[in-house]
């Protein structure tokens, strides 16, 4: 009766450390989300870019095969810069409190890719 375990005390400091430690944690989940998405849409447009490459390079595309690839290096060159922006989100003055991310681009269409296709489309 009237024992107290101080093994169990938490301290009103000790709840603002979890609580940091825990937003500290979502931003580095998120920002690892972030990169993962650049990262595939980066190799998913270069790999798209490559083969109408050898498209272009056999003499077999054609001028939309051509387009294409012009739009998507373009697409490309805005995934990078936005990977190379996410490089620096931890280095901002209000990382981890409140980070500003940088605007992801549109992800392109790539008709060609297994990603779109359906099953009845197979």
Avoid: C
Wanted: no cysteine.
């Amino acid at each position: 009766m009237g024992v107290i375990d101080w093994s169990q005390l938490i301290t009103a400091s000790m709840k603002a450390e979890a609580e940091v430690a825990a937003h500290l944690q979502a931003m580095k989940t998120a920002l690892a989300a972030k990169n993962s998405t650049a990262v595939t849409q980066i190799s998913r447009i270069q790999d798209r870019i490559d083969t109408i490459g050898y498209g272009i390079e056999a003499g077999e595309a054609t001028p939309e095969d051509e387009a294409e690839q012009a739009a998507l290096m373009l697409s490309l060159k805005s995934w990078k810069a936005y990977k190379f922006a996410l490089g620096k989100v931890t280095a901002q003055q209000s990382w981890h409190a409140s980070p500003v991310w940088p605007v992801e681009p549109a992800i392109p269409e790539i008709e060609a890719s297994p990603m779109s296709r359906t099953v009845d489309q197979v």
